[in-house]
Protein backbone atom coordinates (compact mmCIF):
# COMPACT_ATOMS: atom_id res chain seq x y z
CA UNK A 1 0.00 0.00 0.00
CA UNK A 2 2.49 2.58 0.53
CA UNK A 3 4.48 1.53 -2.59
CA UNK A 4 1.33 2.49 -4.27
CA UNK A 5 0.92 5.85 -2.94
CA UNK A 6 4.78 6.56 -3.16
CA UNK A 7 4.19 5.77 -6.71
CA UNK A 8 0.56 8.05 -6.78
CA UNK A 9 2.65 10.77 -5.38
CA UNK A 10 5.47 11.05 -7.75
CA UNK A 11 3.24 10.81 -10.90
CA UNK A 12 0.97 13.71 -8.91
CA UNK A 13 4.22 15.38 -8.28
CA UNK A 14 5.43 15.20 -12.19
CA UNK A 15 2.33 16.48 -13.32
CA UNK A 16 1.97 19.60 -11.49
CA UNK A 17 6.03 20.47 -12.05
CA UNK A 18 6.45 22.80 -15.11
CA UNK A 19 8.29 20.49 -17.92
CA UNK A 20 12.03 21.48 -18.16
CA UNK A 21 12.87 24.32 -20.06
CA UNK A 22 15.04 23.16 -23.65
CA UNK A 23 18.27 24.95 -23.63
CA UNK A 24 18.40 28.20 -25.15
CA UNK A 25 20.19 27.51 -28.69
CA UNK A 26 19.82 31.05 -29.74
CA UNK A 27 23.50 32.76 -31.46
CA UNK A 28 23.41 35.16 -28.60
CA UNK A 29 26.96 36.89 -28.36
CA UNK A 30 30.04 38.05 -30.08
CA UNK A 31 30.28 36.87 -34.21
CA UNK A 32 33.24 37.53 -36.64
CA UNK A 33 32.76 37.08 -40.57
CA UNK A 34 34.13 36.96 -43.69
CA UNK A 35 33.15 37.40 -46.74
CA UNK A 36 34.11 36.07 -50.27
CA UNK A 37 34.29 39.42 -51.75
CA UNK A 38 35.49 38.31 -55.15
CA UNK A 39 37.90 36.35 -54.74
CA UNK A 40 39.24 38.45 -51.33
CA UNK A 41 38.57 38.08 -47.61
CA UNK A 42 36.09 40.72 -45.75
CA UNK A 43 35.85 40.64 -42.44
CA UNK A 44 32.70 42.27 -40.02
CA UNK A 45 32.02 42.16 -36.75
CA UNK A 46 28.16 41.41 -35.47
CA UNK A 47 26.43 40.85 -31.93
CA UNK A 48 23.59 39.18 -31.56
CA UNK A 49 21.35 40.08 -28.06
CA UNK A 50 18.20 38.93 -26.79
CA UNK A 51 15.32 41.40 -26.58
CA UNK A 52 13.01 39.52 -24.81
CA UNK A 53 11.63 36.48 -26.89
CA UNK A 54 13.48 38.18 -29.94
CA UNK A 55 16.61 38.97 -31.07
CA UNK A 56 17.96 41.94 -31.87
CA UNK A 57 21.66 42.59 -34.22
CA UNK A 58 23.94 45.40 -34.64
CA UNK A 59 27.03 45.54 -37.04
CA UNK A 60 30.01 46.62 -35.24
CA UNK A 61 32.49 48.91 -37.46
CA UNK A 62 34.47 51.14 -35.61
CA UNK A 63 32.53 53.04 -32.86
CA UNK A 64 28.80 52.53 -34.83
CA UNK A 65 26.55 49.54 -33.78
CA UNK A 66 23.73 49.69 -36.10
CA UNK A 67 21.10 48.05 -35.98
CA UNK A 68 19.14 45.43 -38.45
CA UNK A 69 15.82 46.93 -39.71
CA UNK A 70 14.09 43.14 -39.12
CA UNK A 71 15.45 39.85 -37.66
CA UNK A 72 14.14 36.76 -37.95
CA UNK A 73 15.02 33.55 -36.43
CA UNK A 74 13.93 29.77 -36.28
CA UNK A 75 14.62 26.75 -33.60
CA UNK A 76 15.72 25.01 -37.54
CA UNK A 77 18.79 27.54 -36.73
CA UNK A 78 17.58 29.83 -39.76
CA UNK A 79 18.86 33.50 -39.00
CA UNK A 80 17.54 36.65 -41.55
CA UNK A 81 18.64 40.10 -40.86
CA UNK A 82 17.23 41.97 -43.49
CA UNK A 83 17.57 46.10 -44.39
CA UNK A 84 14.18 46.98 -46.43
CA UNK A 85 14.60 50.31 -46.81
CA UNK A 86 17.90 49.15 -48.60
CA UNK A 87 16.22 46.10 -50.46
CA UNK A 88 18.76 43.80 -49.01
CA UNK A 89 19.72 41.26 -46.20
CA UNK A 90 21.68 38.49 -44.64
CA UNK A 91 20.40 34.70 -44.56
CA UNK A 92 22.62 32.03 -43.08
CA UNK A 93 21.93 28.82 -41.33
CA UNK A 94 23.28 28.78 -37.52
CA UNK A 95 24.69 25.53 -36.14
CA UNK A 96 26.42 26.06 -32.55
CA UNK A 97 28.87 28.61 -32.72
CA UNK A 98 29.06 28.50 -36.42
CA UNK A 99 26.78 30.08 -39.43
CA UNK A 100 27.17 30.30 -42.94
CA UNK A 101 25.20 31.69 -45.85
CA UNK A 102 24.93 34.64 -48.07
CA UNK A 103 24.74 38.31 -48.31
CA UNK A 104 21.78 40.00 -50.86
CA UNK A 105 22.87 43.58 -52.13
CA UNK A 106 20.98 45.05 -55.06
CA UNK A 107 22.61 47.67 -57.46
CA UNK A 108 20.22 48.57 -59.78
CA UNK A 109 18.75 45.98 -61.79
CA UNK A 110 21.95 43.32 -60.50
CA UNK A 111 21.47 41.32 -57.59
CA UNK A 112 24.81 40.61 -55.70
CA UNK A 113 25.00 37.47 -54.07
CA UNK A 114 28.24 37.19 -51.37
CA UNK A 115 28.62 33.54 -49.69
CA UNK A 116 29.86 34.54 -45.80
CA UNK A 117 30.74 32.02 -42.97
CA UNK A 118 31.01 33.32 -39.45
CA UNK A 119 32.00 31.88 -36.09
CA UNK A 120 30.70 32.68 -32.54
CA UNK A 121 33.45 34.47 -30.05
CA UNK A 122 36.26 36.13 -32.33
CA UNK A 123 36.08 40.05 -31.65
CA UNK A 124 39.02 41.14 -33.67
CA UNK A 125 38.99 42.18 -37.32
CA UNK A 126 41.19 41.25 -39.69
CA UNK A 127 43.99 39.24 -37.47
CA UNK A 128 43.29 36.99 -34.40
CA UNK A 129 47.04 37.92 -33.23
CA UNK A 130 48.10 40.85 -31.81
CA UNK A 131 51.12 42.72 -32.81
CA UNK A 132 53.07 45.55 -31.71
CA UNK A 133 54.69 46.27 -34.91
CA UNK A 134 52.96 48.88 -36.80
CA UNK A 135 53.40 52.02 -38.83
CA UNK A 136 51.48 54.87 -37.73
CA UNK A 137 48.05 55.41 -40.16
CA UNK A 138 46.50 58.57 -38.15
CA UNK A 139 45.51 62.12 -39.40
CA UNK A 140 44.44 63.37 -41.93
CA UNK A 141 45.22 62.11 -45.47
CA UNK A 142 45.33 63.49 -49.13
CA UNK A 143 43.27 60.82 -51.41
CA UNK A 144 43.30 60.05 -54.70
CA UNK A 145 40.98 57.03 -55.57
CA UNK A 146 40.82 55.40 -59.66
CA UNK A 147 37.67 52.98 -60.49
CA UNK A 148 39.18 50.94 -63.50
CA UNK A 149 35.80 50.16 -64.93
CA UNK A 150 34.64 53.49 -65.42
CA UNK A 151 37.96 55.33 -65.87
CA UNK A 152 37.44 57.92 -63.39
CA UNK A 153 39.47 59.49 -60.67
CA UNK A 154 38.11 60.61 -57.49
CA UNK A 155 39.80 63.01 -55.20
CA UNK A 156 38.93 62.51 -51.44
CA UNK A 157 39.92 62.72 -48.14
CA UNK A 158 40.74 60.35 -45.84
CA UNK A 159 40.51 60.62 -41.91
CA UNK A 160 41.51 58.26 -40.12
CA UNK A 161 42.14 57.59 -35.46
CA UNK A 162 44.63 54.80 -34.28
CA UNK A 163 45.01 53.53 -30.96
CA UNK A 164 48.05 50.99 -31.12
CA UNK A 165 47.26 48.84 -33.85
CA UNK A 166 43.29 49.48 -34.11
CA UNK A 167 42.12 52.01 -36.71
CA UNK A 168 39.17 53.67 -37.82
CA UNK A 169 37.82 56.35 -39.69
CA UNK A 170 36.77 57.25 -43.52
CA UNK A 171 37.12 58.59 -46.57
CA UNK A 172 35.22 61.50 -47.91
CA UNK A 173 34.98 62.67 -51.62
CA UNK A 174 32.48 65.22 -53.07
CA UNK A 175 29.69 63.48 -53.21
CA UNK A 176 29.43 61.48 -49.70
CA UNK A 177 31.67 59.61 -47.60
CA UNK A 178 32.70 56.17 -47.46
CA UNK A 179 31.10 55.85 -43.90
CA UNK A 180 32.65 54.07 -40.64
CA UNK A 181 35.81 51.70 -41.47
CA UNK A 182 37.83 49.97 -39.09
CA UNK A 183 40.38 47.45 -39.06
CA UNK A 184 44.08 47.57 -37.67
CA UNK A 185 47.59 48.50 -39.00
CA UNK A 186 50.34 45.60 -39.42
CA UNK A 187 53.83 46.67 -39.84
CA UNK A 188 53.70 48.84 -43.28
CA UNK A 189 50.45 47.87 -43.94
CA UNK A 190 46.54 49.43 -43.56
CA UNK A 191 43.95 47.26 -43.57
CA UNK A 192 40.22 48.29 -43.30
CA UNK A 193 36.95 47.00 -43.70
CA UNK A 194 33.02 47.79 -43.63
CA UNK A 195 29.62 46.28 -44.31
CA UNK A 196 26.23 47.45 -42.69
CA UNK A 197 23.64 45.56 -44.45
CA UNK A 198 23.75 48.17 -47.32
CA UNK A 199 27.42 47.96 -48.68
CA UNK A 200 30.75 46.17 -48.32
CA UNK A 201 33.73 47.90 -48.69
CA UNK A 202 37.37 46.15 -48.37
CA UNK A 203 40.32 48.91 -47.88
CA UNK A 204 44.10 47.89 -48.05
CA UNK A 205 47.23 50.05 -48.38
CA UNK A 206 51.08 49.55 -48.05
CA UNK A 207 53.52 52.91 -46.70
CA UNK A 208 56.00 53.99 -48.70
CA UNK A 209 59.29 54.92 -47.65
CA UNK A 210 58.47 58.60 -48.21
CA UNK A 211 55.38 57.53 -45.96
CA UNK A 212 53.12 57.84 -48.81
CA UNK A 213 50.04 55.17 -49.23
CA UNK A 214 49.50 52.59 -52.01
CA UNK A 215 47.02 50.24 -52.11
CA UNK A 216 43.82 48.41 -53.08
CA UNK A 217 39.45 49.24 -52.23
CA UNK A 218 37.01 47.05 -53.48
CA UNK A 219 33.32 47.62 -52.95
CA UNK A 220 30.21 45.97 -54.24
CA UNK A 221 29.78 49.41 -56.24
CA UNK A 222 32.65 49.64 -57.53
CA UNK A 223 34.51 46.52 -57.17
CA UNK A 224 37.91 46.32 -57.82
CA UNK A 225 40.13 49.90 -57.81
CA UNK A 226 43.12 51.44 -56.53
CA UNK A 227 43.94 54.27 -54.19
CA UNK A 228 46.85 56.49 -53.42
CA UNK A 229 47.73 59.54 -50.31
CA UNK A 230 49.57 61.30 -48.91
CA UNK A 231 49.36 62.92 -45.19
CA UNK A 232 47.91 66.74 -45.65
CA UNK A 233 46.37 68.29 -42.62
CA UNK A 234 45.44 71.39 -44.30
CA UNK A 235 43.68 69.14 -47.84
CA UNK A 236 40.35 70.22 -48.55
CA UNK A 237 38.34 69.46 -51.25
CA UNK A 238 35.89 71.65 -52.90
CA UNK A 239 33.46 74.17 -51.48
CA UNK A 240 30.10 71.80 -51.77
CA UNK A 241 28.07 75.15 -52.23
CA UNK A 242 29.62 75.80 -55.51
CA UNK A 243 29.22 72.32 -57.17
CA UNK A 244 25.34 72.25 -57.98
CA UNK A 245 23.62 75.81 -58.94
CA UNK A 246 20.79 77.37 -60.42
CA UNK A 247 21.54 78.12 -63.93
CA UNK A 248 21.44 81.15 -65.39
CA UNK A 249 18.03 83.40 -65.06
CA UNK A 250 16.56 81.51 -62.44
CA UNK A 251 15.85 82.23 -58.57
CA UNK A 252 14.00 80.23 -57.75
CA UNK A 253 12.52 76.28 -58.28
CA UNK A 254 9.25 74.09 -58.64
CA UNK A 255 8.50 70.85 -59.59
CA UNK A 256 5.57 68.42 -59.41
CA UNK A 257 5.95 64.59 -58.26
CA UNK A 258 3.56 62.45 -57.11
CA UNK A 259 4.09 61.26 -53.30
CA UNK A 260 3.96 57.30 -52.39
CA UNK A 261 0.19 57.54 -52.93
CA UNK A 262 0.85 58.31 -56.08
CA UNK A 263 -0.40 61.66 -55.59
CA UNK A 264 0.94 64.96 -57.34
CA UNK A 265 2.76 67.57 -54.70
CA UNK A 266 3.96 70.47 -56.08
CA UNK A 267 6.36 73.36 -54.31
CA UNK A 268 3.73 75.91 -55.44
CA UNK A 269 1.20 74.15 -53.25
CA UNK A 270 -0.23 75.95 -50.26
CA UNK A 271 1.28 74.37 -47.69
CA UNK A 272 4.84 75.79 -48.60
CA UNK A 273 3.54 79.25 -49.36
CA UNK A 274 5.30 81.74 -46.68
CA UNK A 275 7.83 78.65 -45.61
CA UNK A 276 11.07 77.86 -45.26
CA UNK A 277 11.15 74.48 -47.11
CA UNK A 278 14.02 72.34 -47.58
CA UNK A 279 14.04 70.11 -50.65
CA UNK A 280 16.61 67.27 -50.69
CA UNK A 281 17.47 65.21 -53.35
CA UNK A 282 18.28 61.58 -52.49
CA UNK A 283 17.74 58.19 -52.67
CA UNK A 284 16.83 54.96 -50.71
CA UNK A 285 19.98 53.28 -52.40
CA UNK A 286 22.31 55.94 -51.05
CA UNK A 287 23.78 55.22 -47.60
CA UNK A 288 25.19 58.71 -46.44
CA UNK A 289 21.27 59.87 -47.76
CA UNK A 290 20.35 57.44 -44.85
CA UNK A 291 22.57 59.47 -42.41
CA UNK A 292 20.96 62.66 -43.70
CA UNK A 293 17.54 61.44 -42.99
CA UNK A 294 18.23 60.21 -39.51
CA UNK A 295 19.42 64.15 -38.60
CA UNK A 296 16.72 65.35 -40.80
CA UNK A 297 14.29 64.00 -38.58
CA UNK A 298 14.59 65.43 -35.25
CA UNK A 299 15.92 68.72 -36.76
CA UNK A 300 12.68 69.72 -38.51
CA UNK A 301 10.16 68.07 -35.45
CA UNK A 302 12.29 70.83 -33.86
CA UNK A 303 11.83 73.98 -35.85
CA UNK A 304 8.09 72.45 -37.84
CA UNK A 305 5.85 75.29 -35.72
CA UNK A 306 8.51 78.02 -36.57
CA UNK A 307 7.40 77.65 -40.38
CA UNK A 308 10.16 74.77 -41.55
CA UNK A 309 9.01 72.47 -43.87
CA UNK A 310 10.89 69.45 -45.77
CA UNK A 311 10.48 67.83 -48.68
CA UNK A 312 12.38 64.56 -50.13
CA UNK A 313 12.58 64.17 -54.30
CA UNK A 314 13.80 60.32 -53.94
CA UNK A 315 15.69 59.85 -57.40
CA UNK A 316 15.75 55.42 -57.07
CA UNK A 317 17.18 52.92 -59.49
CA UNK A 318 13.66 52.81 -61.32
CA UNK A 319 11.66 55.61 -62.98
CA UNK A 320 8.01 52.96 -62.47
CA UNK A 321 6.72 54.29 -58.47
CA UNK A 322 5.33 50.98 -57.98
CA UNK A 323 8.95 49.08 -58.35
CA UNK A 324 10.33 51.53 -55.32
CA UNK A 325 7.39 51.80 -53.67
CA UNK A 326 8.15 49.51 -50.64
CA UNK A 327 11.55 50.42 -50.13
CA UNK A 328 10.70 53.70 -50.05
CA UNK A 329 7.85 52.97 -47.32
CA UNK A 330 10.75 51.05 -45.69
CA UNK A 331 12.73 54.27 -45.79
CA UNK A 332 10.26 56.55 -44.02
CA UNK A 333 9.39 53.90 -41.69
CA UNK A 334 13.20 53.43 -40.64
CA UNK A 335 13.48 57.07 -39.72
CA UNK A 336 9.82 57.98 -38.66
CA UNK A 337 9.67 60.97 -41.65
CA UNK A 338 6.98 62.69 -41.13
CA UNK A 339 7.63 65.69 -44.21
CA UNK A 340 6.72 64.20 -47.62
CA UNK A 341 8.52 62.18 -49.38
CA UNK A 342 8.23 62.35 -53.36
CA UNK A 343 9.28 59.74 -56.27
CA UNK A 344 11.11 62.34 -58.62
CA UNK A 345 12.56 59.60 -61.01
CA UNK A 346 15.68 57.27 -61.82
CA UNK A 347 19.08 58.21 -60.46
CA UNK A 348 20.47 57.72 -63.50
CA UNK A 349 23.15 60.32 -64.47
CA UNK A 350 22.03 60.51 -67.93
CA UNK A 351 18.28 62.00 -67.52
CA UNK A 352 18.38 62.90 -63.83
CA UNK A 353 18.96 66.46 -64.40
CA UNK A 354 16.71 67.00 -66.63
CA UNK A 355 13.77 66.39 -63.86
CA UNK A 356 14.92 69.84 -62.40
CA UNK A 357 15.85 71.64 -65.62
CA UNK A 358 16.36 74.82 -63.82
CA UNK A 359 20.01 72.94 -62.53
CA UNK A 360 22.82 72.95 -64.11
CA UNK A 361 23.86 69.40 -62.63
CA UNK A 362 22.54 67.15 -60.01
CA UNK A 363 25.96 65.86 -59.24
CA UNK A 364 25.72 63.73 -55.77
CA UNK A 365 22.92 62.17 -53.22
CA UNK A 366 22.15 64.05 -50.85
CA UNK A 367 22.14 67.65 -52.41
CA UNK A 368 19.98 70.27 -50.00
CA UNK A 369 18.61 73.26 -51.43
CA UNK A 370 17.30 76.19 -48.95
CA UNK A 371 14.26 78.09 -50.09
CA UNK A 372 13.00 81.10 -48.54
CA UNK A 373 9.83 82.51 -46.96
CA UNK A 374 9.91 84.26 -50.25
CA UNK A 375 10.40 80.93 -52.26
CA UNK A 376 13.67 81.98 -53.37
CA UNK A 377 16.48 79.57 -53.76
CA UNK A 378 19.40 81.01 -50.98
CA UNK A 379 21.82 77.99 -50.73
CA UNK A 380 22.51 74.85 -52.81
CA UNK A 381 24.79 72.13 -50.49
CA UNK A 382 25.75 69.03 -52.37
CA UNK A 383 26.70 65.60 -50.29
CA UNK A 384 26.09 65.31 -46.73
CA UNK A 385 29.28 65.03 -44.32
CA UNK A 386 27.88 61.93 -41.69
CA UNK A 387 28.53 60.66 -38.70
CA UNK A 388 31.61 59.09 -39.76
CA UNK A 389 33.57 62.16 -40.65
CA UNK A 390 33.63 63.37 -36.95
CA UNK A 391 34.54 67.03 -36.57
CA UNK A 392 33.49 67.68 -40.31
CA UNK A 393 29.88 66.37 -39.21
CA UNK A 394 29.77 68.27 -36.41
CA UNK A 395 30.95 71.88 -37.42
CA UNK A 396 28.53 71.21 -40.81
CA UNK A 397 25.24 70.08 -38.98
CA UNK A 398 25.90 73.51 -36.89
CA UNK A 399 26.15 75.75 -39.43
CA UNK A 400 23.26 74.17 -41.28
CA UNK A 401 21.16 74.53 -38.29
CA UNK A 402 22.54 78.29 -38.12
CA UNK A 403 21.34 79.11 -41.67
CA UNK A 404 17.81 77.61 -40.92
CA UNK A 405 17.03 79.61 -38.35
CA UNK A 406 18.88 82.83 -40.10
CA UNK A 407 15.76 81.66 -42.69
CA UNK A 408 13.70 81.29 -40.38
CA UNK A 409 13.66 84.18 -38.77
CA UNK A 410 13.15 86.34 -41.79
CA UNK A 411 9.60 87.31 -43.15
CA UNK A 412 7.97 86.16 -46.31
Same mark, same amino acid.
Given at each position: ????????? /???????????????????????????????? /?????????????????? /?????????????????????????????????????????????????????????????????????????????????????????????????????????????????????????????????????????????????????????????? *????????????????????????????????????????????????? /????????????????????????????????????????????????????????????????????????????????????????????????????????? *????????????????????????????????? *????????
Amino acid at each position: MRKWTLALL /LVATAACSPPASPPDNRPVGLWRGEINHFGKT /LPFNFEIRASGDDLAVDY /LNGPERLPVETVSWTEAGELLLDFPSYSSGLAAQVDGDNMQGQIRLQRRSKLHQLDFVARRGPAHRFFAEPTDEYQDFSGRWQVEIYVPAFDFRQPAVALFEQAGAAVSGTVMTEVGDYRFLAGEARGDTLYLSAFDGGGTQRWQATMDADGSLRGEF *DSVTYQAAQWTATRNADYRLRDPQTLTALKPGYDSIDFTFPNLEGQPVS /LSDERFAGQVVLVVLGGSWCPTCHDEAEFMGPFYAARAEQGLEVVYLMFEYSDQLDEVADQLRAYRDRYDIRHPILFAGDAAREGRNSLLPMLNNIMAFPTTIFV *DRRGKVRRIHTAFPGPATGQEHLDYTREFAAFV *DLLLGESA
